[in-house]
Antibody, heavy 125, light 107 residues
Framework: QVTLKESGPVLVKPTETLTLTCTVS??????????VTWIRQPPGKALEWLAI???????SYSTSLKTRLSISKDTSKSQVVLSMTNMDPVDTATYYC?????????????????WGEGTTVTVSS | DIQLTQSPSFVSASVGDRVTITCRAS??????LAWYQQKPGKAPKLLIY???VLQSGVPSRFSGSGSGTEFTLTISSLQPEDFASYYC?????????FGQGTKVEIK
């Protein structure tokens, strides 16, 4: 059974750095054609894509947040870590990690097939 | 970034109704589109990918169509468990983006 579970602080102060961990089971972070991505959702608002890391360590970030984000993985621990610097109250949200798979040879059709339950982060002094 | 606009934002419907949600992209994304269902307090669930491929285990009353800039998610006969929010997502190019969501409510 494939599962992902997010962990990290519930409360962070403005200007601090948020570090979230996604622990996966049921698949390896080295699996070809798999990656892990982070998405967030402010209360009552839409989903927002943040970052992705692939098995070959290729990474990509949200255009609007790229200067504040860093994603990495520790395959031996089956963990993906997302860091976000200079936190602000507008960053208050539920943060999800999800597994990414894709098919195709020259053109890749990605999809997020398994999601973690999410972790809620509040930014407040 | 590619912007996705969903319409309508809210749908009020009854059990058994046919519901159609539209997602329009700001530029062509061929078939690089997925649909997700989200219930309150829960993580999103994948319904459709590559615009029209039904995810394993998803009921056949859900279907997706479209290509280029206009896409639709159709629920052929709304069931009580389908009352939820629905999001489209483009995976054509980074940054990936989501639509603003459509909430399907009980009439």
């Amino acid at each position: 059974q494939v599962t992902l579970k997010e962990s990290g602080p519930v409360l962070v102060k403005p200007t601090e750095t948020l570090t979230l961990t996604c622990t996966v089971s049921g698949f390896s972070l080295n699996n070809d054609r798999m990656g892990v991505t982070w998405i967030r959702q402010p209360p009552g608002k839409a989903l927002e894509w943040l970052a992705i890391i692939f098995s070959n360590d290729e990474k990509s970030y949200s255009t609007s947040l790229k200067t504040r984000l860093s994603i990495s993985k520790d395959t031996s621990k089956s963990q993906v870590v997302l860091s976000m610097t200079n936190m602000d109250p507008v960053d208050t949200a539920t943060y999800y990690c999800a597994r990414v798979q894709w098919f195709g040879t020259y053109f890749f059709y990605y999809y997020l097939d398994v999601w973690g339950e999410g972790t809620t982060v509040t930014v407040s002094s | 970034d590619i912007q996705l606009t969903q319409s309508p934002s809210f749908v009020s419907a009854s059990v058994g109704d046919r519901v159609t949600i539209t997602c329009r992209a700001s530029q062509g994304i061929t078939s690089y589109l997925a649909w997700y269902q989200q219930k309150p307090g829960k993580a999103p669930k994948l319904l459709i990918y590559a615009a029209s491929v039904l995810q394993s285990g998803v009921p056949s009353r859900f279907s997706g169509s479209g290509s280029g800039t206009e896409f639709t998610l159709t629920i052929s006969s709304l069931q009580p468990e389908d009352f939820a929010s629905y999001y489209c997502q483009q995976v054509k190019s980074y940054s990936w983006t989501f639509g603003q969501g459509t909430k399907v409510e009980i009439k």
